[in-house]
Protein backbone atom coordinates (compact mmCIF):
# COMPACT_ATOMS: atom_id res chain seq x y z
CA UNK A 1 0.00 0.00 0.00
CA UNK A 2 2.81 2.72 0.57
CA UNK A 3 4.24 1.53 -2.62
CA UNK A 4 1.23 2.19 -4.52
CA UNK A 5 0.76 5.32 -2.51
CA UNK A 6 4.05 6.85 -3.53
CA UNK A 7 3.93 5.64 -7.25
CA UNK A 8 3.18 8.96 -9.34
CA UNK A 9 1.16 6.99 -11.79
CA UNK A 10 -0.71 6.31 -8.79
CA UNK A 11 -1.10 9.79 -7.49
CA UNK A 12 -1.99 11.70 -10.97
CA UNK A 13 -4.62 9.16 -11.40
CA UNK A 14 -6.31 9.49 -8.12
CA UNK A 15 -6.14 13.22 -8.34
CA UNK A 16 -8.03 12.53 -11.63
CA UNK A 17 -10.62 10.26 -9.87
CA UNK A 18 -11.22 13.02 -7.05
CA UNK A 19 -11.30 15.73 -9.46
CA UNK A 20 -14.32 13.94 -11.51
CA UNK A 21 -16.03 12.72 -8.33
CA UNK A 22 -15.82 16.90 -7.69
CA UNK A 23 -16.77 17.80 -10.65
CA UNK A 24 -19.65 15.66 -11.00
CA UNK A 25 -20.98 16.40 -7.40
CA UNK A 26 -21.01 19.69 -8.64
CA UNK A 27 -23.07 18.98 -11.59
CA UNK A 28 -25.10 17.20 -9.61
CA UNK A 29 -25.90 19.16 -7.23
CA UNK A 30 -26.61 22.42 -9.32
CA UNK A 31 -28.64 19.43 -11.91
CA UNK A 32 -30.57 19.16 -9.00
CA UNK A 33 -31.01 22.05 -7.68
CA UNK A 34 -32.42 23.62 -11.38
CA UNK A 35 -34.93 20.49 -11.74
CA UNK A 36 -36.19 21.41 -8.15
CA UNK A 37 -36.65 25.15 -8.73
CA UNK A 38 -38.34 24.35 -12.15
CA UNK A 39 -40.34 21.42 -10.67
CA UNK A 40 -41.39 23.87 -8.06
CA UNK A 41 -42.52 26.70 -10.38
CA UNK A 42 -44.64 24.23 -12.36
CA UNK A 43 -46.22 23.10 -9.04
CA UNK A 44 -46.79 26.90 -8.40
CA UNK A 45 -48.38 27.77 -11.42
CA UNK A 46 -50.87 24.69 -10.64
CA UNK A 47 -51.46 25.73 -7.12
CA UNK A 48 -52.47 29.23 -8.81
CA UNK A 49 -54.66 27.48 -10.79
CA UNK A 50 -56.26 25.40 -8.29
CA UNK A 51 -56.42 28.91 -6.06
CA UNK A 52 -58.72 30.39 -9.32
CA UNK A 53 -61.21 27.44 -9.54
CA UNK A 54 -61.40 27.72 -5.24
CA UNK A 55 -62.19 31.21 -5.74
CA UNK A 56 -64.49 30.94 -9.14
CA UNK A 57 -66.08 28.13 -6.37
CA UNK A 58 -66.92 30.42 -3.89
CA UNK A 59 -67.64 33.49 -5.56
CA UNK A 60 -70.66 31.01 -7.29
CA UNK A 61 -71.76 29.29 -4.17
CA UNK A 62 -73.91 30.22 -1.47
CA UNK A 63 -70.71 30.85 1.08
CA UNK A 64 -68.44 28.81 2.29
CA UNK A 65 -66.65 25.99 2.50
CA UNK A 66 -67.77 23.97 -0.48
CA UNK A 67 -69.66 20.84 -0.75
CA UNK A 68 -67.61 19.35 -3.78
CA UNK A 69 -64.43 19.39 -5.07
CA UNK A 70 -64.70 21.87 -8.21
CA UNK A 71 -63.11 20.29 -10.77
CA UNK A 72 -60.11 20.05 -8.59
CA UNK A 73 -57.00 17.19 -8.99
CA UNK A 74 -56.95 14.20 -5.94
CA UNK A 75 -54.82 15.78 -3.02
CA UNK A 76 -55.58 19.42 -3.37
CA UNK A 77 -55.98 21.20 0.31
CA UNK A 78 -58.50 24.49 0.21
CA UNK A 79 -59.06 26.25 3.78
CA UNK A 80 -61.36 29.05 3.50
CA UNK A 81 -60.57 31.41 6.60
CA UNK A 82 -63.60 34.05 7.36
CA UNK A 83 -63.79 36.16 10.56
CA UNK A 84 -66.28 33.79 12.38
CA UNK A 85 -63.47 31.13 12.20
CA UNK A 86 -61.45 28.56 9.55
CA UNK A 87 -62.51 25.41 7.52
CA UNK A 88 -61.04 22.91 4.88
CA UNK A 89 -60.94 19.96 3.33
CA UNK A 90 -58.51 17.54 0.89
CA UNK A 91 -59.75 15.54 -2.22
CA UNK A 92 -58.90 11.93 -1.51
CA UNK A 93 -57.45 9.86 -4.09
CA UNK A 94 -60.89 8.55 -4.88
CA UNK A 95 -62.38 12.43 -5.33
CA UNK A 96 -64.42 12.72 -2.52
CA UNK A 97 -63.88 15.61 0.17
CA UNK A 98 -62.37 15.10 3.59
CA UNK A 99 -62.34 18.10 5.82
CA UNK A 100 -58.86 18.89 7.46
CA UNK A 101 -57.71 18.61 11.10
CA UNK A 102 -58.00 21.40 13.58
CA UNK A 103 -53.95 21.07 13.42
CA UNK A 104 -53.37 20.98 9.74
CA UNK A 105 -56.44 24.19 9.40
CA UNK A 106 -54.42 26.10 12.15
CA UNK A 107 -51.10 25.68 10.41
CA UNK A 108 -52.37 26.93 7.00
CA UNK A 109 -54.63 29.95 8.72
CA UNK A 110 -51.54 31.41 9.59
CA UNK A 111 -50.51 32.15 6.39
CA UNK A 112 -50.80 35.67 4.81
CA UNK A 113 -52.69 36.41 1.80
CA UNK A 114 -50.74 36.74 -1.43
CA UNK A 115 -48.03 34.67 0.23
CA UNK A 116 -46.39 31.20 -1.26
CA UNK A 117 -45.39 28.53 0.96
CA UNK A 118 -43.92 25.33 1.87
CA UNK A 119 -45.62 23.70 4.55
CA UNK A 120 -45.80 20.36 6.40
CA UNK A 121 -49.56 18.76 7.03
CA UNK A 122 -50.07 16.59 9.44
CA UNK A 123 -51.05 13.20 7.97
CA UNK A 124 -50.72 14.81 4.86
CA UNK A 125 -47.23 15.40 4.30
CA UNK A 126 -45.41 18.34 2.43
CA UNK A 127 -47.81 20.85 0.69
CA UNK A 128 -46.85 24.05 -1.76
CA UNK A 129 -49.78 26.38 -1.00
CA UNK A 130 -50.77 29.91 -1.63
CA UNK A 131 -53.37 32.46 0.02
CA UNK A 132 -55.45 35.21 -1.35
CA UNK A 133 -58.28 37.64 -0.09
CA UNK A 134 -61.84 37.43 -1.25
CA UNK A 135 -63.44 40.47 0.36
CA UNK A 136 -63.73 39.20 4.03
CA UNK A 137 -62.81 35.74 3.07
CA UNK A 138 -59.37 34.29 2.92
CA UNK A 139 -58.93 31.12 0.16
CA UNK A 140 -55.58 29.00 0.80
CA UNK A 141 -55.43 26.30 -1.50
CA UNK A 142 -52.29 23.56 -1.98
CA UNK A 143 -51.25 20.99 -3.63
CA UNK A 144 -48.67 17.88 -2.49
CA UNK A 145 -44.59 18.74 -3.29
CA UNK A 146 -44.61 14.38 -3.10
CA UNK A 147 -44.21 13.85 -7.35
CA UNK A 148 -41.26 16.98 -6.64
CA UNK A 149 -40.05 14.46 -3.95
CA UNK A 150 -40.16 11.23 -5.86
CA UNK A 151 -38.69 13.29 -9.09
CA UNK A 152 -35.89 14.34 -7.15
CA UNK A 153 -34.72 11.45 -5.54
CA UNK A 154 -35.31 9.57 -8.43
CA UNK A 155 -32.92 12.09 -10.27
CA UNK A 156 -30.51 11.99 -7.22
CA UNK A 157 -30.54 8.34 -7.66
CA UNK A 158 -29.24 8.51 -11.29
CA UNK A 159 -26.90 11.21 -10.46
CA UNK A 160 -24.87 9.11 -8.07
CA UNK A 161 -24.99 5.83 -10.28
CA UNK A 162 -23.34 7.57 -13.34
CA UNK A 163 -21.41 9.57 -10.94
CA UNK A 164 -20.07 6.36 -10.06
CA UNK A 165 -19.71 4.68 -13.02
CA UNK A 166 -18.33 7.69 -14.38
CA UNK A 167 -15.43 7.95 -11.17
CA UNK A 168 -14.30 4.09 -11.77
CA UNK A 169 -14.09 4.70 -15.59
CA UNK A 170 -11.89 7.62 -15.14
CA UNK A 171 -9.66 5.80 -12.22
CA UNK A 172 -9.43 3.38 -14.54
CA UNK A 173 -8.50 4.92 -17.98
CA UNK A 174 -6.65 7.60 -15.75
CA UNK A 175 -4.44 4.42 -14.52
CA UNK A 176 -4.48 3.44 -18.14
CA UNK A 177 -3.21 6.69 -19.62
CA UNK A 178 -0.83 7.80 -17.74
CA UNK A 179 1.10 5.06 -16.96
CA UNK A 180 1.53 4.82 -20.47
CA UNK A 181 2.41 8.72 -20.37
CA UNK A 182 5.00 7.82 -17.62
CA UNK A 183 6.78 4.97 -19.69
CA UNK A 184 9.50 7.42 -20.66
CA UNK A 185 9.91 8.67 -17.45
CA UNK A 186 10.42 4.63 -16.60
CA UNK A 187 13.00 4.67 -19.22
CA UNK A 188 14.49 7.81 -18.09
CA UNK A 189 15.06 6.09 -14.47
CA UNK A 190 16.14 3.02 -16.30
CA UNK A 191 18.74 5.02 -17.39
CA UNK A 192 19.96 6.18 -14.42
CA UNK A 193 19.71 3.05 -12.69
CA UNK A 194 22.34 1.19 -15.12
CA UNK A 195 24.84 4.22 -14.85
CA UNK A 196 24.48 3.71 -11.22
CA UNK A 197 25.70 0.87 -11.84
CA UNK A 198 28.72 1.61 -12.57
CA UNK A 199 32.04 0.77 -11.42
CA UNK A 200 32.42 5.05 -11.76
CA UNK A 201 35.51 4.89 -9.05
CA UNK A 202 38.06 2.70 -11.09
CA UNK A 203 39.34 3.44 -14.58
CA UNK A 204 38.45 5.48 -17.38
CA UNK A 205 34.66 5.55 -17.71
CA UNK A 206 34.08 6.91 -21.41
CA UNK A 207 30.36 6.63 -22.75
CA UNK A 208 27.98 5.44 -20.89
CA UNK A 209 24.19 4.88 -21.18
CA UNK A 210 21.78 7.15 -22.38
CA UNK A 211 18.41 8.10 -22.69
CA UNK A 212 17.21 7.28 -26.55
CA UNK A 213 16.68 10.56 -28.68
CA UNK A 214 13.29 9.93 -29.34
CA UNK A 215 12.55 10.85 -25.78
CA UNK A 216 14.48 14.00 -25.81
CA UNK A 217 11.48 16.20 -26.82
CA UNK A 218 12.77 19.15 -24.77
CA UNK A 219 9.02 20.49 -25.94
CA UNK A 220 7.95 17.59 -23.26
CA UNK A 221 8.55 17.51 -19.30
CA UNK A 222 9.86 14.29 -19.54
CA UNK A 223 12.13 15.04 -22.76
CA UNK A 224 13.60 18.27 -20.56
CA UNK A 225 14.28 15.95 -17.75
CA UNK A 226 15.52 13.08 -20.40
CA UNK A 227 18.02 15.92 -22.06
CA UNK A 228 19.27 17.30 -18.50
CA UNK A 229 19.95 13.53 -17.64
CA UNK A 230 21.87 13.22 -20.51
CA UNK A 231 24.15 16.14 -20.06
CA UNK A 232 24.77 15.39 -16.81
CA UNK A 233 25.46 12.22 -18.02
CA UNK A 234 28.16 13.54 -20.48
CA UNK A 235 29.73 16.09 -17.74
CA UNK A 236 30.22 12.84 -15.58
CA UNK A 237 31.87 10.96 -18.09
CA UNK A 238 34.35 14.31 -19.03
CA UNK A 239 34.94 14.84 -14.88
CA UNK A 240 35.43 11.29 -14.29
CA UNK A 241 37.95 10.85 -17.58
CA UNK A 242 39.69 14.07 -16.70
CA UNK A 243 40.02 12.23 -13.49
CA UNK A 244 41.60 9.07 -14.51
CA UNK A 245 43.98 10.80 -17.37
CA UNK A 246 44.80 13.40 -14.09
CA UNK A 247 45.94 10.24 -12.22
CA UNK A 248 47.23 8.67 -14.98
CA UNK A 249 49.68 11.94 -15.38
CA UNK A 250 50.24 12.08 -11.96
CA UNK A 251 51.52 8.42 -11.99
CA UNK A 252 53.69 9.41 -14.90
CA UNK A 253 54.93 12.54 -13.56
CA UNK A 254 55.99 11.09 -10.27
CA UNK A 255 57.77 8.19 -12.42
CA UNK A 256 59.14 10.26 -14.38
CA UNK A 257 60.19 12.80 -11.77
CA UNK A 258 62.07 10.14 -9.46
CA UNK A 259 63.87 8.55 -12.47
CA UNK A 260 65.21 11.80 -12.98
CA UNK A 261 66.10 12.28 -9.52
CA UNK A 262 67.65 8.83 -9.48
CA UNK A 263 70.13 9.24 -12.43
CA UNK A 264 72.11 11.80 -10.53
CA UNK A 265 71.54 10.38 -7.31
CA UNK A 266 73.13 6.92 -8.70
CA UNK A 267 76.17 9.04 -10.43
CA UNK A 268 77.25 10.81 -6.97
CA UNK A 269 76.43 7.77 -5.09
CA UNK A 270 79.00 6.03 -7.13
CA UNK A 271 81.68 8.75 -7.47
CA UNK A 272 81.03 8.84 -3.48
CA UNK A 273 82.05 5.03 -2.79
CA UNK A 274 84.56 5.40 -5.55
CA UNK A 275 86.42 7.83 -3.57
CA UNK A 276 86.08 6.50 -0.54
CA UNK A 277 87.71 3.56 -1.77
CA UNK A 278 90.57 5.35 -3.49
CA UNK A 279 92.74 8.26 -1.79
CA UNK A 280 93.88 9.42 -5.05
CA UNK A 281 93.56 13.58 -5.15
CA UNK A 282 93.54 13.40 -8.53
CA UNK A 283 90.33 11.44 -8.87
CA UNK A 284 89.10 12.91 -6.21
CA UNK A 285 88.35 16.10 -7.87
CA UNK A 286 87.17 14.50 -10.77
CA UNK A 287 84.67 12.75 -8.37
CA UNK A 288 84.11 15.68 -5.82
CA UNK A 289 83.37 17.67 -9.81
CA UNK A 290 80.84 15.29 -11.36
CA UNK A 291 79.29 15.33 -7.80
CA UNK A 292 79.17 19.27 -8.10
CA UNK A 293 77.40 18.67 -11.88
CA UNK A 294 74.88 16.12 -10.46
CA UNK A 295 73.70 18.57 -7.62
CA UNK A 296 73.18 21.24 -9.87
CA UNK A 297 71.18 19.30 -12.57
CA UNK A 298 69.01 18.11 -9.25
CA UNK A 299 68.76 21.28 -7.65
CA UNK A 300 67.35 22.63 -11.33
CA UNK A 301 64.99 19.90 -11.83
CA UNK A 302 64.14 20.49 -7.99
CA UNK A 303 62.93 23.81 -8.75
CA UNK A 304 61.39 23.18 -11.58
CA UNK A 305 59.35 20.73 -10.04
CA UNK A 306 58.36 23.21 -7.27
CA UNK A 307 57.63 26.31 -9.47
CA UNK A 308 54.98 23.86 -11.27
CA UNK A 309 53.90 22.55 -8.36
CA UNK A 310 53.39 26.34 -7.30
CA UNK A 311 51.77 27.24 -10.66
CA UNK A 312 49.73 24.49 -10.50
CA UNK A 313 48.27 25.74 -7.36
CA UNK A 314 47.45 28.67 -8.42
CA UNK A 315 49.83 30.98 -6.43
CA UNK A 316 50.02 34.27 -7.62
CA UNK A 317 53.17 36.06 -9.59
CA UNK A 318 55.02 39.28 -9.42
CA UNK A 319 52.90 42.04 -11.49
CA UNK A 320 55.23 44.92 -12.74
CA UNK A 321 55.58 46.53 -15.84
CA UNK A 322 58.09 44.15 -18.04
CA UNK A 323 60.17 45.59 -21.58
CA UNK A 324 59.02 42.58 -23.58
CA UNK A 325 61.09 43.82 -26.36
CA UNK A 326 64.40 44.43 -24.13
CA UNK A 327 63.75 40.92 -22.53
CA UNK A 328 63.88 39.48 -25.94
CA UNK A 329 66.99 41.09 -26.67
CA UNK A 330 68.44 39.77 -23.55
CA UNK A 331 67.69 36.71 -23.82
CA UNK A 332 68.93 36.40 -27.36
CA UNK A 333 71.99 37.73 -26.69
CA UNK A 334 72.68 34.98 -23.99
CA UNK A 335 71.68 32.28 -26.67
CA UNK A 336 74.52 33.70 -29.10
CA UNK A 337 77.06 33.16 -26.68
CA UNK A 338 75.83 29.71 -25.86
CA UNK A 339 75.42 28.49 -29.37
CA UNK A 340 76.97 30.73 -31.47
CA UNK A 341 77.02 27.88 -34.52
CA UNK A 342 73.44 29.50 -34.44
CA UNK A 343 72.12 32.20 -36.66
CA UNK A 344 70.07 34.34 -34.18
CA UNK A 345 67.87 37.28 -35.74
CA UNK A 346 65.59 40.13 -34.42
CA UNK A 347 62.69 41.57 -35.27
CA UNK A 348 61.61 44.38 -32.87
CA UNK A 349 59.31 47.55 -33.10
CA UNK A 350 61.16 50.88 -32.74
CA UNK A 351 58.93 51.37 -29.98
CA UNK A 352 59.54 48.77 -26.45
CA UNK A 353 56.61 46.42 -26.07
CA UNK A 354 55.59 46.83 -22.06
CA UNK A 355 53.04 43.90 -20.63
CA UNK A 356 52.56 43.36 -16.72
CA UNK A 357 54.13 40.61 -15.50
CA UNK A 358 56.97 38.58 -13.83
CA UNK A 359 59.68 39.78 -15.45
CA UNK A 360 61.82 36.83 -14.22
CA UNK A 361 59.30 34.07 -15.09
CA UNK A 362 58.39 35.50 -18.71
CA UNK A 363 62.52 35.54 -19.01
CA UNK A 364 62.31 31.76 -18.12
CA UNK A 365 59.54 31.20 -20.97
CA UNK A 366 61.92 32.85 -23.81
CA UNK A 367 64.95 31.48 -22.37
CA UNK A 368 63.35 27.40 -22.15
CA UNK A 369 61.92 28.22 -25.81
CA UNK A 370 65.43 29.45 -27.27
CA UNK A 371 66.88 26.82 -25.41
CA UNK A 372 64.57 24.53 -26.98
CA UNK A 373 65.35 25.30 -30.60
CA UNK A 374 68.97 25.50 -29.77
CA UNK A 375 68.74 21.72 -28.53
CA UNK A 376 67.13 20.07 -31.28
CA UNK A 377 68.14 22.31 -34.28
CA UNK A 378 71.60 21.58 -36.23
CA UNK A 379 74.44 24.18 -36.54
CA UNK A 380 73.66 27.23 -38.89
CA UNK A 381 69.46 26.87 -38.11
CA UNK A 382 68.42 30.67 -38.08
CA UNK A 383 66.34 31.38 -35.14
CA UNK A 384 64.28 34.48 -35.46
CA UNK A 385 62.62 35.78 -32.66
CA UNK A 386 60.19 38.63 -33.35
CA UNK A 387 57.55 40.72 -30.98
CA UNK A 388 54.65 42.91 -32.44
CA UNK A 389 51.34 44.31 -30.47
CA UNK A 390 48.29 42.69 -31.89
CA UNK A 391 44.91 44.37 -30.78
CA UNK A 392 45.15 43.93 -26.91
CA UNK A 393 48.25 41.33 -26.37
CA UNK A 394 51.47 41.28 -27.24
CA UNK A 395 53.09 38.59 -29.76
CA UNK A 396 56.20 37.03 -29.42
CA UNK A 397 57.08 34.44 -32.14
CA UNK A 398 60.33 32.44 -31.99
CA UNK A 399 60.98 30.78 -35.35
CA UNK A 400 63.48 28.43 -36.50
CA UNK A 401 63.86 26.46 -40.27
CA UNK A 402 65.16 23.24 -38.48
CA UNK A 403 63.96 19.83 -39.18
CA UNK A 404 60.73 20.70 -36.80
CA UNK A 405 59.22 18.23 -34.53
CA UNK A 406 57.57 15.15 -35.02
CA UNK A 407 53.93 14.90 -36.05
CA UNK A 408 53.22 12.53 -33.05
CA UNK A 409 55.15 14.19 -30.57
CA UNK A 410 53.03 17.29 -31.51
CA UNK A 411 50.00 16.70 -29.41
CA UNK A 412 51.87 15.78 -26.28
CA UNK A 413 54.70 18.46 -26.75
CA UNK A 414 53.82 20.61 -24.02
CA UNK A 415 53.44 17.65 -21.22
CA UNK A 416 55.42 17.40 -18.61
CA UNK A 417 58.82 14.86 -19.20
CA UNK A 418 58.08 14.95 -22.81
CA UNK A 419 61.46 14.89 -25.13
CA UNK A 420 62.16 14.28 -28.54
CA UNK A 421 64.55 11.94 -27.57
CA UNK A 422 62.89 9.47 -25.79
CA UNK A 423 65.45 7.51 -24.27
CA UNK A 424 66.33 9.36 -20.80
CA UNK A 425 69.83 10.01 -20.87
CA UNK A 426 71.69 12.95 -19.33
CA UNK A 427 73.36 13.56 -22.38
CA UNK A 428 70.69 15.64 -24.38
CA UNK A 429 70.67 18.25 -21.31
CA UNK A 430 67.05 18.48 -20.81
CA UNK A 431 64.49 17.01 -18.12
CA UNK A 432 61.99 17.80 -20.37
CA UNK A 433 60.23 20.24 -18.58
CA UNK A 434 61.03 22.84 -20.37
CA UNK A 435 58.06 23.48 -22.95
CA UNK A 436 55.36 22.67 -19.91
CA UNK A 437 56.83 25.48 -17.71
CA UNK A 438 56.50 28.28 -20.59
CA UNK A 439 52.94 27.03 -20.79
CA UNK A 440 52.27 27.11 -16.75
CA UNK A 441 53.89 30.53 -16.71
CA UNK A 442 52.00 32.00 -19.87
CA UNK A 443 48.58 30.56 -18.29
CA UNK A 444 49.23 32.20 -14.83
CA UNK A 445 49.22 35.56 -17.15
CA UNK A 446 46.41 34.89 -18.57
CA UNK A 447 48.45 34.49 -21.83
CA UNK A 448 48.73 31.63 -25.01
CA UNK A 449 51.45 29.77 -25.73
CA UNK A 450 50.88 27.70 -29.19
CA UNK A 451 53.16 25.55 -31.92
CA UNK A 452 52.60 24.95 -35.26
CA UNK A 453 55.33 23.16 -36.59
CA UNK A 454 56.51 21.35 -40.01
CA UNK A 455 59.87 20.68 -41.53
CA UNK A 456 61.61 23.68 -42.13
CA UNK A 457 59.13 25.81 -40.43
CA UNK A 458 58.75 26.02 -36.96
CA UNK A 459 56.52 28.50 -34.42
CA UNK A 460 56.04 29.24 -31.10
CA UNK A 461 53.50 32.06 -30.44
CA UNK A 462 53.45 33.30 -27.54
CA UNK A 463 50.52 35.94 -26.27
CA UNK A 464 50.29 37.95 -23.41
CA UNK A 465 47.50 40.83 -22.79
CA UNK A 466 48.74 44.60 -22.72
Known amino acids: MRVAARSLSVRVAAAMVALVAVVSLVIGALTTAAISSYLT ?3 DGKVAATQGRAINALVKGSGPPPDAPHGQDAG ?24 LGDPAVGMLDDLTAGQNGTVDLPDLGEYRVHASSVGAVTVITGLPTKDIQNTINSLIGWEVLFGGI ?5 GGVGVFVVRRQLRPLRRVAQTAREVAGLPLDTGEI ?35 DARHRSEQQVRQFVADAS ?8 T ?4 AQLSLRQRDPELYGHAMGKVMVETTRMASLVEDLLLLARLDAGRPLDRRPVDLSRLARDSVTDAQIVAPSHHWKLELPSDPIVIIG ?12 LTNARRHTPAGTTVTVAAKLADASAVLTIHDDGPGIPADLLPNVFQRFTRADTARTSTTG ?6 SLAQSITHAHNGTLTLSSTPGNTSFTLALPT
Open 206 to 240: GVTARVPDQLTDEHTEVGQVAVALNKLLGHMENAL
Open 41 to 43: KQL
Open 358 to 369: DEQRLHQVVTNL
Open 268 to 271: IHGY
Open 76 to 99: TVTVYVTPSGAEGNVITSDGTLTA
Open 430 to 435: GTGLGL
Open 259 to 266: HELRTPLT
Open 166 to 170: GVLTA
